[in-house]
């Protein structure tokens, strides 16, 4: 049983900062890429940044130079430092990851979201 956890949403004045936390745990084998997407009310769920298992990231591009995805592997963490935060970016935030246990394949898994509320 994998689970992905989350942490460190909430709600924050615009140009403030949070740091995301997403732990996994479970009959782990290896974790490949591990990322966040966030899903604003009345949007579809989308990718804000990815990381692979050797460092490489991606980001949207509106988030580019705000936010910044990291990860420790000994710990089976994935953080998501966001800074100079907007309105825009007002949206429930997943974690994901690619993780192969004892017992399958690569398969994609998902935190329970946390919510992140930019509002003066």
């Known amino acids: 049983q994998v689970q992905l956890v989350e942490s460190g949403g909430g709600l924050v004045q615009p140009g403030g900062s949070l740091r995301l936390s997403c732990a996994a745990s479970?009959?782990?084998?290896?974790?490949?890429?591990m990322g966040w997407y966030r899903q604003a009310p009345g949007k579809q769920r989308g990718l804000v940044a990815a990381?692979?298992?050797?460092?490489?990231?991606n980001y949207l591009d509106s988030v580019k130079g705000r936010f910044t995805i990291s990860r420790d592997n000994a710990k089976k963490v994935v953080y998501l430092q966001m800074n100079s935060l907007k309105p825009e970016d007002t949206a429930v935030y997943y974690c994901?990851?690619?993780?192969?246990?004892?017992?399958?394949?690569?398969?994609?898994?998902w935190g329970q979201g946390t919510q992140i509320t930019v509002s003066s």
């Open positions: 994901h990851a690619v993780i192969v246990t004892g017992l399958t394949g690569p398969r994609d898994y």
């Open positions: 479970g009959s782990i084998r290896s974790i490949y890429g």
């Open positions: 990381i692979s298992s050797g460092g490489s990231t």
